[in-house]
């Protein structure tokens, strides 16, 4: 009903003959929108109005003669001269405004040749146009006088023309609302649809990890990171994954609260026909299922580890209960993956006394997180306590020297897959060097052995949201944010505040195998007015003393921490400008990998996966992403902490640059998840 309303007016208004074109131009363009602000209009009118007749000049030149005498009537020289400069100034018309101003003017022509009244539609038609030109809402403007039953279009044209304020303040959060509900609907679309392409990419598989530590509820090593990290990270591979440990007496409370009992059951153990308790607690935590066994007389230590005396008995009834505990649930995996000695007898229960269960149709993986722990003991002790026939102790399975059963070697015989943490560690142990004198066992295996490398979790090790830090960083602002970390650093430690010093971490347990007799035979070589050393760990009492005494004899260049605090951890590794890793042997290692993803040069012995993940620096390409040695030997270490030094004060740049490749690489548990996928996906065709 509004349009019809303008156009009566728009005749009665236009009918004197006496008026002149151009007022009868400014009086149509005036019954477009209703009486109010003529004045305004009828400037902005006049000098627009040669702006669409310019635009046709310059675009459509081969239009008729006709039209370039109207334009000419309508307005002088001068306006057209001054049209131009602010059509240039406001707006720059678009391909699209030229196209559709020609599709209008022909008809305009011939209409104001012939009918007066048809030109005054037509100016109206133009001056709807020209406003929207200044204030930028193009198509829709153009669209809105050719669609006249849409009456939410006409709408628009009036905020334009800074018209009925009524309409506007109605019709304005219509025109507000339709952009925000676009905005909402494409996120919710990328996010429904990326996890569906990284989880459903392969067949789902169940597994079920069972192993003796698993972080955050007990954590001794770097067991406790896989046991927790890998089957978070499987079950975005598609995976089901139940996690079974022993429920000690030291895991927290606020975990102990939260487990939900599960059922019970008594279990035929030793050789004699004794029986146990098996409690069964669960606890669900990021799509993963935790079941504790639980016995009070096995898990009442305070520590998962005391002495091979009572750790046999208990891991034996461990190994046993955790397949029992599977058969009670009536949850059968495709994969049951162990890990060390503490679950080793479990591929042995599996093939012998649960032979014509359901769970025979399992596939078991043992993996080797460290080979010189293997549960060794005498055989009439785990005979009885593992109730295991006598034929399994035999030289091919758990038997050793004359009279010994070793737990890991059985399990290795009868486990469908071994796995080591590292490749190169997988070769490793089948020398004698390396083997602790299973390396001929596992030669005779070597056709189920396989090495991937273990990963860190992103969740925990972030520097852009560790909590832990002084500062968070990114690889975009590494450089400056690690000084700052540096100099929190030497100040919370006593250390002299000095952003030339090369500040050396060492985070580990205090051992030989870490390489602690090296770095002890050289330390007083590395020490110089230019070094700072800072140690993390306890251990064996003669590197535990011998570091208090360089603290003392250094004071200002060296903090012995003769302890373990995960916060100072986290802040040595961002502080640090090099992390020292010399060990004697390494099946995979993770404070390299934390180092170098914080930003922190590793300097590292070839051995492991310390081998694997670290790529030597080459100062002729320039590449690399650490300083490494091969041979076990003090002079060796030395020379490499010595080309790092030099490094670092001469060519900073290349070492700045170093610095961001380590951050840049991705030494996520994705990589390592997609590898067990595809080894389970092979072990179940």
């Known amino acids: 009903m509004a349009r019809k309303q303008t156009t009566k007016t728009t005749v009665k208004k236009s009918t004197p003959a006496k008026r002149t074109a151009k007022k009868a131009t400014v009086e149509a363009s005036l019954t477009t929108e209703p009486g109010e602000e003529i004045v305004k209009e009828e400037i902005a009118k006049e000098t627009e109005k040669p702006e669409g007749a310019d635009a046709v000049k310059a675009e459509a030149p081969e239009e008729k003669k006709t039209t370039k005498r109207a334009a000419a009537k309508k307005t002088t020289a001068i ?88 309409e506007e303040t109605k019709e304005e959060p219509a025109t507000e609302e339709a952009p925000a509900e676009e905005t909402k609907e494409a996120p919710a679309e990328e996010v429904k649809e990326e996890p569906k392409q990284e989880v459903y990419m392969s067949p789902r598989r169940s597994i079920a990890f069972i ?52 059922g019970s059951f008594q279990m035929n153990l030793c050789a004699d026909g004794r029986s146990y308790y098996v409690g069964i607690m669960e606890y ?27 750790d046999i008995p208990k891991y034996c009834y461990f190994a046993k209960a955790a397949l029992a505990a599977l058969n009670y649930l009536n949850w059968v995996p495709d994969i049951i993956h162990c890990h060390d000695w503490q679950a080793a007898l479990v591929p042995v ?19 080797i997180h460290n080979l010189r722990f293997q549960g060794i003991y005498n055989i009439p002790t785990i005979r009885y306590w593992s109730g295991l026939p006598d034929y399994v102790f035999n030289k091919d399975a758990l038997k050793v020297n004359y009279n010994d059963a070793n737990m890991l070697k059985g399990g290795l015989a009868y486990a469908n897959i071994i796995t080591t943490v590292s490749n190169t560690y997988a070769g490793e142990i089948q020398t004698a060097y390396y083997g602790e004198k299973l390396d001929a066992h596992l030669r005779h295996h070597w056709r189920k052995l396989r090495g991937i490398v273990n990963g860190i979790d992103y969740d925990i090790w972030n520097t852009s949201t560790d909590s832990r830090l002084y500062a968070n960083y990114d690889i975009t602002n ?104 010399p060990s004697q042997f390494e099946p995979c290692g993770l404070t390299q990998l934390i180092a170098m993803h914080y930003g922190t040069i590793p300097i590292v012995r070839e051995t492991g996966g310390l081998k694997d993940t670290v790529e030597p620096y080459n100062m002729f390409t320039n590449t690399g992403n650490g300083f490494t040695f091969d041979r076990y030997d003090a002079g060796l270490l030395l020379d490499a902490i010595n080309r790092a030094k030099t490094l670092f004060f001469t060519n900073r740049w290349c070492w700045d640059e170093m610095v961001q490749r380590d951050m840049d690489k991705n030494f996520s548990w994705e990589n390592s998840a997609k590898q067990y996928k595809e080894l389970y996906l092979e072990l179940t065709r």
């Open 79 to 166: 306006k057209k001269t001054t049209t131009r400069k602010t059509t240039r100034k406001k707006a720059k018309p678009a391909e699209k405004e030229a196209e559709e101003v020609k599709a209008e003017e022909p008809k305009a022509e011939e209409v104001k040749e012939e009918k007066p009244e048809e030109v005054k539609a037509e100016a109206v038609v133009e001056v709807k146009e020209e406003p929207v030109v200044e204030e930028a809402p193009v198509e829709e403007t153009k669209e809105e006088p050719a669609a006249e039953e849409a009456p939410v279009e006409e709408t628009k044209e009036e905020p334009a023309a800074e018209e009925a304020p009524v």
């Open 211 to 262: 192993g003796s530590e698993c972080y955050p509820f007990v954590k001794t090593g770097g067991l406790g990171d896989v046991m927790y990290a890998l089957p978070k990270a499987l079950v975005k591979q598609n995976c089901d994954v139940k996690v079974i440990i022993p429920r000690y007496k030291c895991i927290p409370q606020k975990y102990q609260e939260k487990m939900v009992y599960k």
């Open 284 to 310: 669900v935590w990021d799509g993963v299922v935790y079941d504790f066994i639980d016995n009070e007389e096995f898990f009442s230590s305070g520590n998962p580890y005391t002495n091979l005396i009572d």
């Open 349 to 367: 229960y599996l093939r012998t006394l649960f032979e014509n269960t359901k769970l025979t149709t399992a596939k078991t993986i043992l993996t």
């Open 478 to 581: 590494v450089l400056e944010k690690k000084r700052e970390n540096k100099r929190k650093l030497q100040e919370e430690l006593g250390l002299v505040q000095d952003d030339h010093k090369f500040v050396i971490g060492l985070i580990s347990r205090l051992t030989d195998q870490k390489g602690l007799d090296l770095v002890n035979t050289i330390l007083r070589q590395v020490m110089d007015e230019h070094t700072q050393f800072v140690v993390l760990g306890t251990g064996d009492d003669v590197y535990e003393n011998s570091f208090r005494y360089y603290e003392n004899a250094y004071k200002g260049n060296v903090c012995s921490n003769i302890m373990y605090d995960e916060t100072r951890a986290h802040r040595i590794y961002a502080g640090a400008d090099a992390l020292l890793v």
